[in-house]
């Protein structure tokens, strides 16, 4: 599989916001689910949102949701995630994965149904 490339981590402060980019190859974002995951030191890495195949359908966990939205451009072969108002929590790795289900949800965010995993990018969030 080729690995994915993330990128767009950074520092901010609390509050602000942060647009990652995941970049896929070529004509597959209609045949893959994509995920974004994050991982702080020494914690387990845990879903953040989900995209469908042909962008049909989003998941987004909990703790993001209404916060954090994930899309995707065809044109550009990338997955976002975005980011608004942004807490200082641990700082983490976000890494996007790909995955082989028709629809997101709770049940299909989890690290063991996705792969292909990009190095990540950096996300600190602190004042």
């Known amino acids: 599989q080729e690995p994915l490339v993330e990128s767009g981590g950074d520092l901010v402060q609390p509050g602000e916001s942060l647009k990652l980019s995941c970049a896929v190859p070529?004509?597959?974002?209609?045949?893959?689910?994509w995920g974004w995951f994050r991982q702080a030191p020494g914690r387990a890495r845990e879903g953040v949102s989900c995209?469908?195949?042909?962008?049909?359908?989003?998941y987004t966990a909990e703790f993001a949701r209404g916060r954090f939205s994930v899309s995707a451009d065809k044109a550009k072969n990338t997955v976002y995630l975005q980011m608004n108002n942004l807490k200082p929590e641990y700082p983490a790795v976000y890494f996007c994965?790909?995955?082989?289900?028709?629809?997101?949800?709770?049940?299909?965010?989890?690290?063991?149904?996705?792969?292909?995993w990009g190095q990540g990018t950096q996300v600190t969030v602190s004042s």
């Open positions: 995209l469908s195949p042909g962008s049909t359908s989003t």
């Open positions: 070529p004509f597959t974002l209609d045949y893959y689910s």
């Open positions: 994965g790909r995955g082989s289900h028709r629809w997101c949800s709770s049940t299909y965010l989890e690290v063991s149904e996705f792969g292909a």
